[in-house]
Nanobody
């Protein structure tokens, strides 16, 4: 079992920035991608961004494209989500997830068997 440790959430004003981090507890043979999903109160969980280092690529939700950047530090085995120009509608619990999705399924939460506990991001207007 791979445990994921998230950090970096918090409260920020609209237009501000936050950086989330996700560090798997160990390097697993079946983990080649880390993604971020979010869930706002009363809404379904939605895909935000994902980083695959086995060739499936990087993907973003349309709602965050141009504002969020996902990256990976291989030496630290850590994936970052840099969130700029945050909006109140970005308020949600952000979850880190790890797995080995194929390119056509990068946005599907079902492709990620390992999940973190979540970190709260609140953007005030």
């Amino acid at each position: 079992q791979v445990q994921l440790t998230e950090s970096g959430g918090g409260l920020v004003q609209a237009g501000g920035s936050l950086r989330l981090s996700c560090a798997p507890s160990r390097r697993a043979s079946n983990v080649y991608a880390v993604g971020w999903f979010r869930q706002a109160p009363g809404k379904e969980r939605e895909f935000v961004a994902t980083y695959s280092w086995r060739g499936a690529g990087i993907a973003y939700a349309d709602s965050v494209k141009g504002r969020f950047t996902i990256s990976r530090d291989g030496a630290k085995n850590t994936v970052y989500l840099q969130m700029d120009n945050l909006k109140p509608e970005d308020t949600a619990i952000y979850y880190c997830a790890a797995g080995n999705p194929i390119a056509s399924q990068l946005r599907s939460h079902q492709q990620y068997p390992h999940w973190g506990q979540g970190t709260q991001v609140t953007v005030s207007s």
